[in-house]
């Protein structure tokens, strides 16, 4: 059988270096976040629904469509280890794009990760395969697997654009994607947030209770104050 009317694939598909990726693993999703310009998560209803819920890889992208997961199957195909299986749906929420069997290969083929706009179901046998899982919810219903799907090309997830070579890290607060072109400065920037954290959470253990560029301030200088 030929799927090749209905499915779509570059014939390369750009991967983010090892390196930088190990640069983001340990980061929380919102550090990286700041190093990226305050912005880049994906829409909070997308959320672990596993207990492992921490990762970084690089970007496979898959374009399901609704109700259909025929290009997230074919994507095992190209996928290659350390990637993050990221699926568009369209954000259509009546029927799974993925369950535990695939879950399962996808672990089987390197996948470090799967995340959706688009709901997941098997929620016991995502947590027996191990990597995690995000998506917007929960659903029992089944896809079909006619496509027309595509796989490594740009697409938006969560509102948010991805690409091939994009890296993207997950934890317990959600979903970041750094863009390519970003990612030396964010690299940089990065070490410049968790400084900042740092000092700021060694002034909650001091008791301090506000942060000094706010403590510093006459009240005046803070308030317009009203009789």
């Known amino acids: 059988m030929s799927y090749s009317d209905v499915l779509r694939a570059p ?30 998560a994906m829409d909070a209803p997308i959320k672990a629904i596993t207990q492992a819920n921490r990762f970084a890889g690089s970007a496979l992208t898959v374009d399901a469509g609704p109700r259909d997961n025929l290009a997230p199957w074919a994507a ?8 993050v299986m990221v ?15 695939l879950i399962g290969m996808a672990r089987n083929a390197g996948i470090v990760a799967i995340v959706t706009d688009g709901v997941v179901r098997d929620t016991s046998g995502a947590n027996a395969v191990g990597i995690p899982v995000f998506a917007a ?8 697997k006619n496509g027309p799907g595509a796989v490594g090309l740009p697409i938006v ?39 900042k954290e740092a000092s700021m959470e060694q002034a909650v253990s001091s008791g301090a ?8 301030l006459p009240l005046d200088d803070i308030f317009s104050f009203t009789e």
């Open 87 to 101: 699926i568009t749906t369209g954000g259509h929420m009546a029927s799974s794009v993925c369950g535990d069997l």
């Open 137 to 144: 919810g929960v659903s029992p219903n089944s896809p079909q």
């Open 11 to 40: 014939r390369s598909i750009d991967r983010a270096p090892a390196e930088d990726i190990a640069a983001f693993a340990d980061a929380p999703v919102g550090n990286i976040v700041d190093a990226i310009g305050r912005t880049g």
């Open 157 to 195: 997830a969560g509102d948010v654009s991805v690409a091939a070579g994009d890296i993207v890290c997950g934890d317990e607060d959600g979903v970041v994607v750094i863009p390519s072109a970003q990612i030396a400065s964010a690299k940089a920037e990065l070490a410049n947030v968790r400084a």
């Open 76 to 83: 095992l195909r190209l996928a290659k280890p350390g990637d």
């Open 209 to 216: 209770t506000a942060p000094g560029w706010l403590a510093d």
